[in-house]
């Protein structure tokens, strides 16, 4: 248990000090568009060490015999896929929700409501698809341990995602 607390702490430290400051009591007001401009370039950078990062500790804290490995990895690699793909429905999302933030009408508002809720909903049918196939190789419990340690990464990243972005001002 100890182990995987220090492999997300380690994943963690890089991606909340790599973003601006925030507080936990405080709601950024700011508008996006008076921030720091960060490019496509650095972020797809930053998305790539996350992405290596996810890896790193799951091979840390679940145990795979050679075997297990090469038959794992691969799904694994196909599931990070889909799921960056489904990150890059969110990443536009919040592109779009920055160019329209002063001008924003109730109906772009739910508009970009909806379409983030359905970018999480295909987050999570990626684990409903991907999750039996991980327990076919690895069994139950290491299946399950992947699947914890998959949503606390993708909760860590959706904190740190939500907490640059700015409340919509009615």
């Given at each position: 248990m100890k182990k995987m607390f220090v492999a997300i702490a380690i994943f963690a430290a890089p991606a909340m000090l790599a973003a601006p400051a925030t507080k936990a009591q405080e709601v950024s007001t700011t508008p996006v568009s008076d921030r720091t401009s960060v490019t496509d370039a650095e972020i797809e950078i930053m998305r790539k060490d996350i992405r290596s990062r996810r890896k790193k500790i799951i091979a840390a804290n679940v145990e795979m015999t050679d075997a297990e490995a090469a038959k794992f990895w691969p799904i694994y690699d196909l599931y990070a896929a889909d799921q960056k793909k489904a990150y890059d429905i969110h990443y536009n999302l919040l592109k779009e929700y920055a160019a329209n933030e002063k001008t924003m009408s109730d109906a772009m508002a739910l508009s970009?409501?909806?379409?983030?809720?359905?970018?999480?909903?295909?987050?999570?049918q990626l684990r409903v698809k991907y999750f039996p196939m991980f327990e076919k190789v690895l069994g139950g419990k290491r299946a399950?341990?992947?699947?914890?340690?998959?949503?606390?990464?993708?909760?860590?990243?959706?904190?740190?995602?939500?907490?640059?972005?700015p409340l919509i001002n009615p």
């Open positions: 970009l409501t909806k379409r983030w809720t359905d970018a999480d909903t295909a987050k999570a399950a341990r992947i699947s914890q340690l998959d949503r606390m990464l993708t909760l860590m990243v959706d904190l740190q995602i939500g907490s640059d972005v």
